[in-house]
């Protein structure tokens, strides 16, 4: 059975930057789009940025100009770059991806998250 790993989430100073990182649990499978989502307490989980299978990407407004998605196939990992955080990115994040195994068909799957904190 094949997971999402995601690393990178902590406790940062609004202002300051994290990096979160997305990988595939096997290198047999490959990560094809992928996208980030967070969810803060109470409120409704948002998607926060996308990157499709041909580097295409897509980011809430939120996220627009201090979020950076990307991917580096040859490590099979996807990342979401975050600077000048704000005490409202305090979220969940959580990344999900359509998956390609060697032989069969592609599937999407959910990891488990990193929490990231900003404090004021």
């Known amino acids: 059975q094949v997971q999402l790993v995601e690393s990178g989430g902590g406790l940062v100073q609004a202002g300051g930057s994290l990096r979160l990182s997305c990988a595939a649990s096997?290198?047999?499978?490959?990560?094809?789009?992928a996208n980030w989502h967070r969810q803060a307490p109470g409120k409704q989980r948002e998607l926060v940025a996308a990157i499709s299978r041909f580097g295409t990407t897509n980011y809430a407004d939120s996220a627009k100009g201090r979020f950076t998605i990307s991917r580096d196939d040859a490590k099979n990992t996807v990342y979401l770059q975050m600077n000048d955080l704000k005490p409202d990115d305090t979220a969940l994040y959580s990344c999900?991806?359509?998956?390609?195994?060697?032989?069969?068909?592609?599937?999407?799957?959910w990891g488990q998250g990193t929490q990231v904190t900003v404090s004021s």
């Open positions: 999900h991806a359509v998956l390609a195994p060697a032989l069969g068909r592609t599937f999407d799957v």
């Open positions: 096997r290198s047999t499978f490959n990560i094809r789009a």
